[in-house]
């Protein structure tokens, strides 16, 4: 499975970003899909993720501002992020996890978001 990552960028404080990541198999292979991101000096952690039946995850910090979605068609997963703070900064991995016993793990390149003015 192989994960494409874009649409990060700098935005001001209170702006939005849509992430996208391209999967390179059918969503309805893997187990669950979603964003983690690493600031520097931080542990990486996990922003969202969708899982197979719908179950949405959400990192206490980001709750009402991001939103997890995914488009079966085009094998593609969204994060829309909106009212972004200079703490979002990081970078952010598309990963994805498949297997029976959820034993892979996939994850894409990061896409740098900077939230600056």
């Known amino acids: 499975v192989q994960l494409q990552a874009s649409g990060g960028g700098l935005v001001q404080p209170g702006g939005s970003l849509r992430l996208s990541c391209a999967v390179s198999?059918?969503?309805?292979?893997?187990?669950?899909i979603g964003w983690y991101r690493q600031a520097p000096g931080k542990e990486r952690e996990l922003v969202a993720d969708?899982?197979?039946?719908?179950?949405?995850n959400y990192a206490d910090s980001v709750k009402g501002r991001f939103s997890i979605s995914r488009d079966n068609d085009k094998n593609t997963v969204y994060l829309q992020m909106n009212s972004l703070k200079p703490e979002d900064t990081a970078v952010y991995y598309c990963h994805a996890n498949s297997g029976t016993y959820y034993e892979y793990d996939y994850w894409g390149q990061g896409t740098q978001v900077t939230v600056s003015s």
């Open positions: 198999e059918s969503l309805f292979s893997l187990n669950a």
């Open positions: 969708i899982h197979s039946n719908g179950i949405t």
